[in-house]
């Protein structure tokens, strides 16, 4: 779970260009944003943000004060998301995996539309730290067959030292016009 004192991911920030010309037309969503460091990142660029979690606190802490739309809900819930296809210029998702529900956040782009994902590998175990759980991490080169429908623009995989020692996969892709 995200602290509120969490910076962004270094790779969202890497990609603060392509992710804010892309988002200026349309909306973008962090999909199960915890406290909201994305979202507030984005907000914070100009761009038009829902914040979606399950975890109504947190959601409070983002609601009317950041520029950010909030909406509750499950990001696991086997319905779907109340949202439509094609809703999103841009999706975050940051630490947090659910392989069954890929396919399903993937359609929420808009064509041209931009994925930025990054979550824990199963090499994050030997920290010591955060999920243990394989269903919650990646194997090896795993994210981008996660999104068939979408061309990876750019996939980093490795161990992170800032801002917190981290075994990260990360993926930006984009939705096919």
Known sequence: MADALDPPSPFVLRHRERIAERGESGR???????????????AGWGLRVIGFDRNREFLGSLAGKTGVEVVAGD????RGLPFSPATFAIVVVTRFLNRERCR???TLLEPGGLLVYETFRDRQRELGRGPRNPDFLLGRDELPTLFPGLDPL???????????REWVAALLARRPD
């Open 28 to 42: 973008c969503l962090d999909l199960a944003c915890g406290r909201g460091r994305h979202a507030r990142l984005l």
């Open 75 to 78: 990001a696991e819930d086997p």
């Open 104 to 106: 399903d956040w993937e």
């Open 154 to 164: 750019d996939h980093r995989e490795g161990l992170r030292e800032t801002p917190r």
